[in-house]
């Protein structure tokens, strides 16, 4: 079956779908399962595969590739190998030894796309997310547009066909692009039925970029969803489209995408999920079923900040370089409601605020609720407080009382 490809300028067709290869953070295990994961996805027709350095498991990714291509299954230029720079490595001197090193575990000659995986970075060592006595999270101070500067000549080289972005918001994206000498290609972020990032996607459409939806299905097995999270799986309205179609709900999930003219890569591991996801060009979801699906929209994340699930952001980050693509307003000293409550709001002279990331929405899908902040003789109401913020604490002396609304 010939999967539908989107150009990507600098590289061969980015085909629409692909299998995703992230696992759990920080654990090289799993090695085998994914190594074999690779090899039934060429086998079925897949010809996408996305890995990341963090996901510790671009050796195995390189030894199903390498299994597939020396069965004579597929050659090197059929594929397309997207992987992605790691946080800890945001430091222009190290971005090439970062990509050089994901070039060797992968063992593919050259990656189609090379993706700066975060908007910000972590303290340079070993560990993929340092921490420092108190369990709280060490940034590095590095500039992500330093950092893409620093990846550009990767493509000049030989390294990466194209380069691109994960989870930036508009005008972090904006930023790039105002010194990019390589096209920024491609934007990778989180998109399913409960969140549609319509706005990010047009803005990055209006800038010729390309997109793929990582958890098109919401990853209803991530090991940290709450116990009151809703799941894509069990939404009626995606049930009865499913039933109606002869297909599975993951099936109609993707065929949405596919049909908004966006990438996706599914994860799994299992030969029946793997297939019955590339199983998506057979079918047309109709105007009214599109609209239904695009009904459902509840500006839903599942992922955020969720690599890490830290109670804060380390003060030391410049504030700018740390938002993640969200629909915050992108000040230093207010912040907007997303939802309609009795909220309003006050500006902090002071710009110094404070966020109790523990208390969680009532869906669990964000990282706070509104709360409000008694700080002296100002009250102020937060809300979307799901991004990668540098907030700084309260001055020493100041009353702090935090209520959940």
């Not at 050259?110 to 303290?123: A, V």
Request: contains cysteine; positive net charge.
């Amino acid at each position: 079956m010939a999967v539908p490809e989107i150009p990507i300028p600098g590289a061969r067709g980015y085909p629409m779908v692909g299998l995703g290869t992230f696992t759990i953070f920080g654990q090289r295990g799993a090695g085998d399962e994914v190594e074999q994961a690779v090899k039934t996805a060429i086998d079925i027709g897949y010809r996408s595969i996305d890995c990341a350095w963090v996901y510790s498991n671009e050796e195995s990714v390189g030894r199903g590739i390498k299994a597939k291509i020396d069965d004579g299954t597929v050659k090197r230029e059929d594929l397309f190998i997207t992987t992605k720079l790691w946080d800890t490595c945001h430091r222009p001197a190290i971005v090439r030894e970062s990509c050089e090193k994901s070039l060797k575990a992968l063992g593919c000659g050259y990656i189609d796309l090379y993706l700066m995986h975060w908007p910000f970075g972590f303290k340079e060592g070993d560990d993929l997310f340092p921490k420092d006595e108190n369990g709280k999270v060490l940034f590095s101070d590095h500039d992500f547009v330093d950092t893409y500067k620093a990846m550009e000549p990767l493509v000049a080289d030989g390294l990466v066909k194209a380069l691109g972005l994960s989870n930036f918001n508009h005008k972090q994206v904006d930023r790039v692009l105002q010194i990019a000498k390589v096209p920024v290609t491609n934007m990778q972020i989180e998109i399913h039925p409960y969140l549609s990032n319509k706005k990010l996607i047009d803005y990055c459409r209006s800038k010729g970029i390309t997109i793929t939806a990582y958890a098109p299905l919401g990853n209803p097995t991530r090991t940290w969803a709450g116990t009151d999270e809703p799941v894509v799986f069990d939404e009626p309205k995606l049930q009865a489209i499913a039933k109606a179609k002869g297909k599975t709900v993951a099936q109609v999930c993707l065929r949405f995408l596919i049909q908004r003219n966006i990438n996706v890569i599914p994860k799994s591991v299992t030969p029946s999920r793997i297939k019955e996801n590339f199983q998506i060009f057979d079918f047309e979801l109709s105007e009214e079923e599109m609209k239904t699906i695009w009904s459902l929209d509840r500006n839903l994340r599942f992922y955020g900040e969720s690599i890490k699930r830290r109670e804060e952001i380390s003060n030391k980050t410049p504030l700018q370089h740390q938002q993640q693509n969200t629909r915050c307003k992108n000040t230093k000293d207010e912040y907007s409601t997303r939802r309609k409550r009795d909220t309003r709001h006050v500006n902090i002279k002071h710009k110094r605020l404070h966020i109790n990331r523990r208390d969680q929405w009532a869906t669990g899908a964000d990282f706070g609720r509104p709360f409000v902040t008694q700080v002296a003789n100002g009250v102020v109401i937060l809300d979307c407080v799901r991004t990668t913020l540098s907030l700084l604490q309260l001055p020493r002396g100041l009353e702090e009382r935090t209520i959940v609304v």
